[in-house]
């Protein structure tokens, strides 16, 4: 388990990595960066209390929600086949 400030940023990672245990890489590179983008966008909702919100950027997001959700699923899914 990854240590220090970052160490969910760092697991993450791992997790969008070939493993060097034989195990798959749990999400690729579109799901990756689609994830990417709502964790940065829980920073910027937890970190910019009392400002004003994107609208335009806060709806496109909503609308990514149930596709992205359904993509991590599979993903998920897929990972536990594999393992014994």
Do not use: N, Q
């Amino acid at each position: 388990m990854p240590e220090g400030p970052d160490w969910h940023v760092e697991l993450f990672r791992r997790f969008c990595t070939p493993s060097s245990h034989g195990l798959p890489v749990l999400f690729d590179e579109p799901l990756r960066t689609e994830l990417g983008r709502f964790r940065g966008f829980r920073h910027v909702a937890r970190t910019s209390y009392g400002t004003e919100l994107d609208w335009a950027k806060v709806s496109a997001g909503i609308d990514r929600v149930v596709p992205t959700y359904a993509r991590f699923r599979e993903a998920v899914e897929r990972y536990l086949d594999f393992l014994p």
